[in-house]
């Protein structure tokens, strides 16, 4: 349930409001607009259907809810929100770019990397410590070790860092280095895991998973809301299809349905969603005309010795030529790059 008040409401009918919600064991949302504040209903769902709320002084009116989902839902916060993360805004007038190895392998290419990266104008460098690769005898990342080359280059270049979280055991751990913790597609429905990022004080990117539908996606964001952190960024990373030419199939419409039905930020991420090199500039392109408020990007400054991802990552040059690129359909869409 949503609890719409009236734009005249004064701030003892919203406090008289929580009160009750409270006292019934149920907790209050707030949504405070320009004009109108939305006071969000969550709890035990008989407790909600039996609530009276109408009648009290400055309640406009009451809206049920149908979804599972409900502080991610645009319904509990209709205004988009913007993510801070120190300087720098995910979800505002700025298009926000993270780019970066797929796998951090050593000081000298994470220096090489984020030196290039943050000359074309990216504002996070991001880079695997410790990866989830589908077989045993890959690379699986140099673990903490790796987690400090990151901090140390993109302090070293004045970026943010962000990078992936395998096991719930490990967020401790990143938090000391990292400034936005990544959710991979494996992990998306990893309910344990996402309810202690819920305690963490870190924003948290949501891949969406291989096979996810856009509803799973956000309930899987909903489990980190209600656990108290409310900076989610959504990342659609393409899904699993027939199609065998690329990786994945980056489902661009889902951008559109995440800004229709929910207020928070979502960035694309087209080297995982095709797979291949060639493909990522144009597809980028395309996720930044469908909306997106932002990109996650593969770019290795010698992808033909990757350790993982080569085929799939840019060169520094073309990772350039790419945001070159960006800056003219970003301003169409009156976003600033």
């Known amino acids: 349930m949503i609890i719409v008040m009236k734009p005249n409401a004064t701030k003892e009918n919203i406090s008289n409001v929580v009160k009750k919600l409270e006292s019934r064991g149920l907790r209050a949302h707030l949504s405070e607009g320009e004009e109108v504040t939305i006071v969000g209903v969550i709890g035990e769902k008989k407790i909600i259907a039996n609530l009276e709320m109408n009648m009290m002084d400055g309640v406009e009116k009451t809206v049920r809810i149908t979804e599972k989902y409900k502080m ?3 319904n ?5 929100t913007i993510i801070k993360v120190g300087d720098v805004e995910i979800g505002g007038d700025e298009l926000v770019v993270m780019a970066g ?28 410590a410790f990866k989830p690769r589908t077989s045993p005898y890959d690379f699986q990342g140099l673990g903490e070790e790796g987690l400090k080359i990151l901090r140390q280059a ?35 429905q990893n309910f344990q895991m996402l309810k202690a990022l819920g305690k ?21 964001a909903e489990y980190i809301m209600s ?7 959504f990342c659609e990373r393409g899904i699993r299809t027939f199609e065998t030419f690329t990786r994945n199939t980056l489902d661009l419409s889902a951008v559109a349905a995440i800004k229709e039905l929910s207020h928070l930020p979502i960035i694309a991420d087209p080297s995982h969603g095709t797979g291949r090199w060639q493909m990522v500039q144009p597809m980028a392109r395309a996720a930044v005309a469908a909306g ?45 790059l």
Request: aromatic residues 4%; charged residues 25%; contains cysteine.
């Open 72 to 74: 991610v839902s645009r």
């Open 76 to 80: 509990f916060h209709p205004q988009n």
């Open 101 to 128: 190895p797929c796998s951090v392998e050593s000081l000298d290419q994470i220096r090489e990397t984020a030196q290039a990266v943050k000359n074309s104008g990216a504002k996070f460098l991001r880079g695997g």
């Open 154 to 188: 993109a302090d070293e270049f004045n970026l943010k860092v962000i990078t992936e979280v395998v096991d719930r055991e490990d967020i401790a751990l990143m938090e000391k280095y990292t400034d936005v913790i990544q959710v991979g597609a494996r992990n998306m």
């Open 200 to 220: 963490t004080n870190k924003p948290v990117l949501l891949k969406r998973g291989l096979s996810a539908t856009i509803s799973e996606w956000l309930n899987a």
């Open 227 to 233: 656990g108290g952190n409310e900076n989610v960024i």
């Open 292 to 336: 997106c408020d932002g990109l996650i990007i593969e770019v290795h400054p010698h992808p033909e010795f990757a350790l993982s991802d080569g085929d799939q990552s840019l060169t520094p040059k073309n990772f350039d030529r790419l945001m070159k690129d960006l800056k003219s359909i970003a301003e169409i869409m009156g976003r600033k």
